[in-house]
């Protein structure tokens, strides 16, 4: 699978219809999208990939694995 990965604010709650400038129309089933966004937990980025067949996933993940690793360095140091 093709990887593309979404950094950036676009697409935050309350400025949801936002979404990186991409050629959505070339992706394809082969491609899986990261959004590091997780409110809303579907963004525009997201629909519009999941329209062209794309596999899509929010930034959730990544923020509960931050605060577990967090909570970690900060009760056994």
Not at 8 to 14: E, R, S, V
Not at 31 to 57: I, Q, S, W
Request: aromatic share 8%.
């Amino acid at each position: 699978h093709l990887r593309v990965l979404h950094p950036t604010p676009l697409g935050t709650d309350p400025a949801s219809a936002a979404c990186p400038d991409l050629p959505y129309d070339r992706l394809t089933p082969a491609h899986c999208l990261f959004d590091l966004v997780y409110n809303p937990a579907v963004t525009e980025f997201m629909k519009r990939g999941a329209a062209r067949g794309a596999r899509t996933c929010n930034g959730l993940a990544m923020l509960t694995g931050q605060a577990e690793a967090a909570w970690d360095i900060w009760n056994n140091g």
